[in-house]
């Protein structure tokens, strides 16, 4: 049998000893599962996207990606685990203003070491499952709000992760654009059986999720029997 893509065991974060964010958290996410994570401003979502994403570390319990436990590896083989197993797709796009669309999308590929020309032939193949297939040599600030996340969706799937971070991505967009952008994570997610790990305040972005799940100081709660996100 496989390992889940993505395990918790016990997982608490304090930035200040003593102060915890959340504890004792627990989570199993198999390939092609799709977890909505809900809970208020403050609560702590976007610091577990980051221990999943090997980007701050817990200070107590295992984060385990692909079968790896982060805790236990060293800043390269972390960030080794974080190119080749996730995709991350943020609220602000996090674009790079000087680098055209193609450039943006091909730097996962590029930091595995993927020759620019395979890169980009790789690049351009996404954004045009995508529909931006016409746009690869412009740069992101030509852009509206739903293509540029729309760009940072195809940066987050071009290497193929087994798990897609996202934390807000609808955040930053009308509702019809919002909707637009669900659909495509919807559809590229399932696609290539990847993990998903939504983090939202929109009930209509947590549907296209198999689980929804609140996060809560002491633990991730079932979220379809209680009330939804703010
Ligand atoms: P959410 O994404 O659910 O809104 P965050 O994970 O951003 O929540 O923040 C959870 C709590 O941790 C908040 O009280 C926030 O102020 C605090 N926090 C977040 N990042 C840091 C940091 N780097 N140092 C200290 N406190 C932080
Ligand atoms: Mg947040």
């Known amino acids: 049998m496989t390992a889940p893509v993505l395990t918790l065991a016990g997982v608490g974060r304090a930035y200040e000893p003593g102060h ?11 390939a092609g599962e799709r977890v909505a994570l809900l809970g208020p401003s403050g609560s702590g979502k976007s610091t577990l996207l980051n221990l999943v994403a090997g980007l701050d570390r817990a200070d107590e319990g295992t984060v385990a ?15 080794l685990v974080r190119r080749q197993s996730i ?28 020759s620019a020309e395979i890169a980009r032939d790789r690049a351009e193949a996404v954004l045009d499952s995508l529909g931006l297939g016409g746009r690869s040599r412009s740069l992101p600030t030509t852009l509206s709000g739903g293509e540029q996340q729309r760009v940072a969706l195809a940066r987050a799937l071009v290497h193929e992760p087994a798990l897609i971070l996202a934390d807000e991505p609808t955040g930053n967009l009308d509702p019809e654009t919002a909707a637009v952008a669900l659909a495509l994570i919807d559809r590229q997610t399932r696609t290539r059986n990847a993990a998903l790990v939504l983090v939202t305040h929109s009930t209509q972005a947590a549907a296209i999720a198999d689980r929804r799940l609140r996060l809560t100081p002491s633990a991730l709660v079932d979220a379809a029997a209680g009330a939804t996100g703010t």
């Open 20 to 30: 915890w964010i959340f504890r004792h958290l627990d989570l199993r996410v198999e």
């Open 65 to 79: 990606v692909a079968g790896q436990a982060l805790g236990t590896l060293d800043e390269s083989a972390r960030a």
């Open 87 to 114: 995709g991350f797709v943020f609220q602000a796009f996090h674009l790079v203003a000087h680098l055209v669309l193609w450039q943006n999308v091909a730097i996962p590929l590029l930091l595995q070491g993927v």
